[in-house]
């Protein structure tokens, strides 16, 4: 048993809940990205108001508190608390014990700092050490190659390409499932950064 | 003849019905209607474990009608679904439909599901696939059709295979049943791969 | 993968709160060119209060039909106008779209040709619509010249539709294709 070891604490973030107040400022200008937002989303690039995140926070919280098949949670910094991303596990179905993975670091100055691989490793924990999860998928377009990294060097493996199915900036991509099995992930990404 | 020309009327897509196939239509039926046969459909637990992921339950009809009349289908824009009926008797035998359209990539799920067992096996469900595959290609202009089946499914793989889908991977054990562990196999079909075994639309 | 698909040379494209988009419509409402450019229905000056509620309700963001943005200046991150595509038909891959500049100190300066080149970048490269359609009033001769150097081309006119200050004028319809936008923009499309 692990108990005393933190879920929600890594070296450089953790996990924590939405600040309603604070957080949907800093969202939205990330939303103002549109490389952020394809490299997170197959829906039209579209930025946001505070206003309108305000509203998914509120929809994001329902649906966790309702579904219970959604885990969310925002990275922030240590020890400060800066808001840097979001992380996800959710469409989770207990039955088969399994369900989908995703986060997002959202000013490129907070990325390629090891941040994800951070992030990456506490969702895992909690997925197959605390949900009892026994698979997780991840979506990830074949033109985000750092996610493509970050995934495999959990242990995530390809497992399906959906050929051509996204158009973007006139060219066809191929859209990916990773996927890990509890075996495959047995702690790793613990040792070393 | 038209000023010389004969017409050939089997190409002029804009005539045929897009909705009548061989032995199959395919209609859109009232909450009412849909909900009866649906409670008995899913009475028969392997439709149920055929078809999805989530555990099977017994659904009254009013549930069920409540339930599509909380969520009607066809009015958001990314959901196409409709009942199948046979041409014979005109009898409701399952639904047949796309899900999830992402539109500014032309990329949707399909889904069939025949519920009464006795026409299994018989050609209605491969009838019923063709047909809204036509339409999502050549009604909605769409880029791919996407799917995923259980493994366990083979008379459907089989099916899939012959409609012309093509193998795209398995996301392994998200199934869990009986005991053991299946995979979810995904399968697509490219607009130039439908076009190019069905010339004529 | 493009990642400045909301910027263009002079502005770019934003999302602004619901408080800021009331008080500002408000205002540039007010200035009756502006709107008798911009609408074919008799102005109404509404509060801001007003405007700000019609912006907050659920049914704005849960318009499938419309994907608009507002316009901030990249010089000096003021926020001049808005811009948008509406009514998409996915099937066809046509959208109309639509474009205001309510400050009037900003007309004439080349704003709008920017604004319209990236909408345009966002409904071909984003959307993978075929082609996107628009409609002007035949007195607003700036705004047509705008258009024709954007790419699009007149395609016809609902003659003498409009009826202000004791005449009559046409409402113009122009569009421009994908294959027309790409000559353009030197793009080749990959299949």
């Given at each position: 048993m692990k108990i005393s070891e933190p879920l929600f604490v890594a070296e450089n973030i953790c996990l924590a809940p939405i600040d309603h107040e604070k957080d949907a400022e800093i969202e939205a200008r990330w939303t103002h990205d549109a490389g952020y937002m394809r490299l997170l989303s197959l829906e039209p690039a579209l930025p946001l108001s505070a206003a309108q995140l305000k509203k998914r926070y509120e929809k994001i919280e329902k649906e966790q508190d309702e579904k219970k098949n959604l885990f969310y949670f925002t990275v922030r910094m240590r020890p400060d608390d800066r808001l840097v991303g979001f992380a996800r596990l959710y469409w989770i179905e207990w039955s088969n014990a399994g369900g989908f993975v995703q986060l997002g670091i959202g000013d490129p100055n907070d990325r390629q700092h090891g941040y994800g691989t951070q992030v990456l490793r506490l969702l895992l924990r909690y997925a197959?050490?605390?949900?009892?999860?026994?698979r997780l998928t991840a979506v990830i377009p074949e033109y985000n190659p750092l996610a493509l990294h970050l995934f495999s060097k959990a242990g995530f493996v390809e497992e399906v390409r959906r050929r051509k199915a996204l158009n973007r900036d006139g060219k066809r991509w191929d859209l990916l499932h990773l996927g890990i099995l509890h075996e495959e992930w047995d702690g790793r990404l613990t040792a070393s950064r | 003849m038209v000023n010389g020309e004969k017409i050939d009327r089997e190409s002029n897509t804009m005539e045929k019905d897009l909705f009548r196939g061989e032995l199959v239509k395919l209609a859109v039926d009232e909450p009412q209607t849909v909900a009866e046969s649906f409670s008995r459909w899913v009475r028969d637990s392997e439709y149920w474990r055929l078809a999805n992921s989530n555990p099977v339950r017994a659904f009254s009809t009013k549930a069920i009608k409540d339930w599509l009349e909380k969520n009607p289908e066809n009015t958001r824009g990314d959901q196409f679904i409709f009942s199948i009926r046979t041409l014979?008797?005109?009898?409701?035998i399952g639904d047949v439909g796309l899900d999830g359209v992402l539109w500014s990539h032309g990329d949707a799920f399909v889904g069939v599901g025949i519920g009464d067992r006795e026409y299994w096996g018989k050609g209605y469900g491969t009838d019923a696939m063709r047909l809204i595959l036509r339409y999502a290609f050549i009604e909605l202009s769409l880029q791919r059709i996407s799917l995923n089946v259980f493994e366990y499914n083979l008379r459907a793989i089989r099916s899939y295979e012959k409609l012309g889908f093509v193998h795209e991977g398995r996301s392994r054990a998200v199934l869990r049943r009986d005991g053991q562990r299946y995979d979810l196999v995904f399968m697509g079909i490219l607009r130039a791969e439908w076009l190019d075994q069905n010339p004529d639309g | 993968m493009n990642g400045n698909l909301f910027r263009g040379e002079l502005v770019r494209l934003t999302a602004e709160e619901p408080d800021l988009l009331g008080k500002t419509f408000s205002s540039w409402d007010r200035d009756s060119e502006f709107r008798r450019l911009l609408d074919d229905e008799p102005p109404c000056l509404w509060s801001a209060k007003k405007i700000k509620e019609w912006f907050e309700k659920d049914s704005y963001e849960g318009d499938e039909s419309g994907l608009s943005f507002c316009i901030r200046t990249l010089q000096e991150d003021c926020l001049i106008g808005f811009i948008g595509l509406w009514d998409v038909e996915w099937s066809h891959g046509d959208a109309e779209v639509g474009i205001g500049i309510g400050d009037r100190e900003r007309w004439g300066k080349g704003y709008g040709t920017d604004a319209m080149r990236v909408i345009l970048r966002y409904g071909f490269t984003e959307l993978n619509l075929e082609r996107i359609t628009l409609g002007v009033f035949g007195y607003n001769g700036r705004a047509i010249r705008s258009y024709e150097k954007a790419g699009f081309t007149v395609e016809g006119r609902m003659r003498q539709a409009l009826y202000r200050d004791g005449s009559r004028a046409d409402i113009v319809f122009m569009g421009i294709l994908r294959d027309e936008w790409q000559a353009l923009n030197g793009e080749r499309r990959e299949d």
């Open positions: 197959f050490d605390e949900l009892n999860l026994y | 014979q008797d005109d009898l409701l | -």
